[in-house]
């Protein structure tokens, strides 16, 4: 049971924006910098954003990432089949001393 | 490039043990804080524990499911970094991933960014 919640799933229409959100508290997003990682189906997680909103610099301008409080907020504009993957958000958890995965939210584009 | 490859993942008896290894290019082990990350069967991601660098003492980090059963450990010599596992439970069976954090220089700012680069993967059975 993650200490980090986010919706299950969500479902775009193509082209479209989506925004997921992860809840935490004050041990965790409250005061650390959160990830957003990216899962496509059957591979392995890649990092979209650090330090709460910067990208690698291999990741497009689509993604944009968010925090305030003990929530954050990943965005992505124009939806294209290929984002279609499970989208985690992570952060330190300085209470129980482990980096922490929300639950995940998978991202449908119909 | 920075490159990280898992092995030596398999099917293993409950209480049995194993040795996962990760060999790393790109970059010196000793240098980076590495991660083990597992994911069970269509569940989400698990942090496993951390190595830092030897530059900040090497301390070792771990969840509290696997604390006192896993070790992290690396290999200068060999650039890897090791996932030693035991005691191990049927609720072990996941793909392990190797991950390495990566600071990160823009506008004059270095910034951490954790789990940067990522192994495919290897896969860990428990069952008798």
């Known amino acids: 049971q993650s200490v980090l919640t986010q919706a299950p799933s969500v479902s775009v229409a193509p082209g479209q924006k989506v925004t997921i959100a992860c809840s935490g508290g004050?041990?965790?997003?409250?005061?650390?910098?959160v990830c957003w990682y990216q899962q496509l189906p059957g591979t392995a997680p890649k990092l979209l954003i650090y330090?709460?909103?910067k990208r690698p610099s291999r990741i497009p301008d689509r993604f944009s990432g968010s925090k305030s409080g003990t929530s954050a907020t990943l965005g992505i504009t124009g939806l294209q089949t290929g984002d279609e993957a499970d989208y985690y958000c992570?952060?330190?958890?300085?209470?129980?001393?482990?980096?922490?995965f929300g639950t995940g939210t998978k991202v449908t584009v119909l | 490039e920075v490159q990280l490859v898992e092995s030596g993942g398999g099917l293993v008896k409950p209480g049995g043990s194993l040795r996962l290894s990760c060999t790393a290019s790109?970059?010196?082990?000793?240098?980076?804080?590495m991660s083990w990350v597992r994911q069970a069967p269509g569940k989400g991601l698990e942090w496993v524990g951390r190595?830092?660098?030897?530059?900040?003492?090497?301390?070792?980090s771990y969840a509290a499911p696997v604390k006192g059963r896993f070790t992290i450990s690396r290999d200068v010599s060999v650039n890897k970094l090791f996932l030693q596992m035991n005691s191990l439970k049927t609720e072990d069976t996941a793909v392990y991933y190797c991950?390495?954090?990566?600071?990160?220089?823009?506008?004059?700012?270095?910034?951490?960014?954790?789990?940067?680069?990522w192994g495919q993967g290897t896969t860990v059975t428990v069952s008798s």
């Open positions: 004050s041990s965790n997003i409250g005061n650390n910098d």
């Open positions: 790109g970059f010196t082990v000793s240098a980076a804080w």
């Open positions: 330090d709460n909103n």
């Open positions: 190595i830092k660098s030897t530059s900040d003492a090497g301390t070792t």
């Open positions: 992570a952060t330190w958890d300085s209470s129980l001393s482990v980096y922490v």
């Open positions: 991950t390495t954090d990566e600071l990160v220089y823009s506008g004059g700012y270095a910034y951490f960014a954790p789990l940067y680069f």
